[in-house]
């Protein structure tokens, strides 16, 4: 028998910042959405945290000139 219930599906944080190359995407604490996208890594952590995400992880979305660097 199967259950009823399904699970959502989740994106991959690849799926998830694949749309923003260049720029600094700032990610929830626990991956499953965009909180911000900036310019800059400052701007990115600065509006993450004026969204209420006290620990985000932000990530510099690759160009295809260099590879990304998660902090």
Same mark, same amino acid.
């Given at each position: 028998?199967?259950?009823?219930?399904? /699970?959502?599906?989740? !994106?991959? =944080?690849?799926?998830? $910042?694949?749309?923003? +190359?260049? /720029?600094?995407?700032?990610?929830?604490?626990?991956?499953? @959405? #965009?909180?911000? =996208? /900036? !310019?800059?890594? &400052?701007?990115?952590?600065? &509006?993450? @945290? /004026?969204? *209420?995400?006290?620990?985000?992880? $932000?990530? !510099?979305? +690759?160009? *295809?000139?260099?590879?990304? $660097? #998660?902090?």
């Amino acid at each position: 028998m199967k259950s009823a219930l399904k /699970r959502p599906r989740v !994106k991959s =944080v690849n799926q998830l $910042i694949k749309p923003y +190359p260049g /720029r600094w995407v700032a990610l929830s604490f626990d991956d499953t @959405h #965009v909180v911000s =996208v /900036r !310019k800059s890594f &400052e701007a990115a952590l600065n &509006e993450a @945290h /004026r969204k *209420g995400e006290s620990c985000p992880h $932000i990530v !510099k979305v +690759p160009d *295809g000139t260099w590879s990304g $660097i #998660v902090f």
